[in-house]
């Protein structure tokens, strides 16, 4: 099995974390969490600011000089990597703009979006790998949203925002079930947890595995809580819709993962380590999320090979003009270029 795919777990486990993080000091922590979840999908507008930092990656070295080398690239083009995101939400209007800043060796990439039901806007930078025609640069490149998805083969209702937020939604009750309580949640000061000052919350929680809970934390996730995700998942036409499978697709992997979870759960203990998979999140009066930040420190040891993946990241997002005025990024531009006119031009297949 491929290192990539091995990590498949870890990052599973990684996503989940994503999700799980708060509690009021009025409510138990689970259902505040439930609530926020819910209370931050009705929103009718907010701005965010995020950050994603990688503070150490180191690949395993291949048994070629040429497998070496590209190992040694990657790793010295993604250490001190990060991402800043600034983005604007609005329901109605439903519209989404965000410009990422992509700090590498050195180098600022900026990539200016705006996303709206049917549209997708989004300025290319001037990079000489991209080779891009006169008549794009510095301009914001078009997409139809629908068009594409036919393209591609996918169903016009993954494009449906608010089952997609249904689809999320159920999917963390779910994750945030099989969660115990006093094992994985508790509370913390602010200070503490290096939440801003500018940060209003009533209470900060803290959600952490680490080598305390971690052999606890697989055995549940691999018995308990993917194949009642996957219950789920083919039990909901819209949800095989959003992900492409047929029930029977969903139903033979569920079939497959039961039959190979001790397999799964062996390699993880035998081959996982996990230092920190951690989130602290807030939580205001209002019962909405106002800053999410966490960490994960993993290492993965081919027994095989004796390669060993290692990485180290960390993420905060901070939530502001919650259901104020949406001051948007940008203007939606005038004389985008058409992403079906840039493809010819740029002699690309269209479905690219």
């Given at each position: ?19 799980a993080g708060c509690s ?39 048994s070629a000089q040429n497998e070496l080398n ?283």
């Open positions: 099995m491929k290192i990539v795919q091995r990590l498949a777990y870890v990052a599973l486990l990684a996503v989940l974390l994503v999700i009021s000091s009025d409510t138990p922590p689970k259902q505040a969490l439930q609530d926020a979840m819910k209370n931050m999908e009705d929103l009718d507008s907010y701005s965010a600011n995020m950050s994603l930092g990688i503070d150490n990656v180191e690949l395993p070295a291949g590209m190992a040694t690239v990657i790793t010295g083009m993604l250490k001190g990597a990060k991402l800043d995101i600034k983005m604007v939400y609005a329901k109605e209007p439903q519209r989404t703009d965000m410009e990422l800043n992509l700090h590498l060796s050195g180098t600022t990439i900026t990539i200016p979006m705006i996303m709206t039901d049917e549209k997708l806007y989004m300025k290319l930078p001037a990079l000489p790998m991209l080779q891009l025609p006169e008549s794009a640069k510095d301009k914001f490149i078009e997409l139809d949203l629908k068009t594409l998805a036919e393209q591609q083969g996918a169903a016009a209702s993954t494009l449906d925002v608010a089952a997609s937020r249904q689809f999320a939604n159920d999917l963390g009750q779910v994750i945030l079930k099989h969660f115990d309580e006093k094992t994985y949640f508790k509370s913390v000061k602010a200070k503490d947890a290096g939440v801003p000052e500018d940060v209003k919350a009533e209470q900060i929680v803290q959600f952490k595995v680490d080598d305390s809970n971690y052999e606890q934390s697989v055995q549940m996730v691999v018995n308990e809580m993917v194949p009642e995700l996957l219950t789920v998942i083919s039990s909901n036409e819209s949800y095989l819709q959003a992900i492409q499978k047929s029930k029977e697709d969903v139903e033979k992997l569920k079939t497959d993962w039961e039959a190979s979870k001790q397999a799964k759960i062996d390699y993880m203990n035998q081959n996982v380590k996990v230092s920190e998979l951690s989130m602290i999140g807030a939580i205001n009066k209002d019962k909405l999320l106002t800053y999410q930040a966490g960490k994960v420190n993993v290492e993965v040891t081919d027994k095989a090979t004796s390669g060993v993946f290692k990485l180290n990241v960390h993420f905060d997002m901070k939530y502001s003009d919650i259901n104020g005025d949406s001051k948007f990024l940008y203007e939606i531009p005038a004389d985008p270029v058409k992403f079906e006119d840039l493809t010819k031009q740029m002699q690309l297949p269209l479905g690219l």
